[in-house]
């Protein structure tokens, strides 16, 4: 069955460390995204990609990286820099035509990172 | 810039009973609309969609219609299950854009 995956569901951090969460989907989708979930907030959008070796910051970039050497990975970096990292991060991808964004994002399950 | 509000929860009902979440936006141009169910420990899986004015979207006894006249896309549904109990997100994806706004989500408990 197509979907998406995310790994590791749970991560530990120790201040100071980067962590490199992992996205692959087998959609077959263009467009991949990561969103950042604190609670009783909804989702921020941390960085996303339309093709593959492009990708566009979102609303709240800072402290992230990303790269998109492939078409079915979407990895994310939280890196020492970003100040708040204990979060819900969750990968997203989507169906285009031509540049248009055809609706309803289809998500992997989540990764909840804690730092300690 | 575009916004999502929905009501505040938590949203407690009995088995059975009628449920509407609402969910008003603020856009420019013609924004498509979407609901979102989270359950616990999950991602989000899409609910229902609504690209134009005046379309209603349904899946698994939920409907919403999308009002451009009032602005917005309450989520209902006539007889609730426990099964239903999970976080709404109302969201929109404006004309040629990418990114998708998601509102701050509703939870919903149904006791039995």
């Known amino acids: 069955d197509g979907g998406i995956t995310q790994s590791p569901k749970y991560l530990f951090r120790k201040e100071g460390q980067n962590v490199t969460l992992s996205c692959e989907q087998n959609l077959n989708h263009d467009a991949m995204y990561w969103y950042r979930q604190d609670p009783g907030q909804g989702l921020r959008l941390i960085y996303y990609?339309?093709?593959?070796?492009?990708?566009q910051k979102g609303d709240i970039a800072e402290g992230y990286s990303v790269s998109r050497e492939k078409k079915e990975s979407f990895p994310l970096t939280v890196t020492s820099a970003q100040k708040n990292p204990t979060a819900f991060y969750l990968c997203?991808?989507?169906?285009?035509?031509?540049?248009?964004?055809?609706?309803?994002?289809?998500f992997g399950e989540g990764s909840r990172l804690t730092v300690l | 810039g575009d916004s999502v509000t929905q009501m505040e929860g938590p949203v407690t009902l009995s088995e059975e009973a009628f449920l509407t979440i609402n969910c008003t936006y603020t856009a420019t141009g013609y924004p498509s609309l979407f609901w979102y169910v989270q359950y616990p420990g999950e991602g989000l899986q899409l609910l229902l969609k609504a690209t134009k004015a005046d379309d209603k979207g349904s899946n698994k006894g939920f409907e919403a219609t999308y009002r451009k006249e009032t602005t917005s896309f309450h989520l209902e549904k006539g007889s609730v299950q426990v099964s239903d109990s999970a976080v709404y997100f109302c969201?929109?994806?404006?004309?040629?854009?990418?990114?998708?706004?998601f509102g701050a989500g509703t939870r919903l408990f149904v006791k039995a």
């Open positions: 969201a929109l994806l404006n004309t040629g854009g990418f990114k998708t706004i």
């Open positions: 997203a991808s989507s169906s285009t035509s031509g540049k248009k964004y055809t609706g309803g994002l289809f």
């Open positions: 990609s339309q093709i593959v070796n492009d990708f």
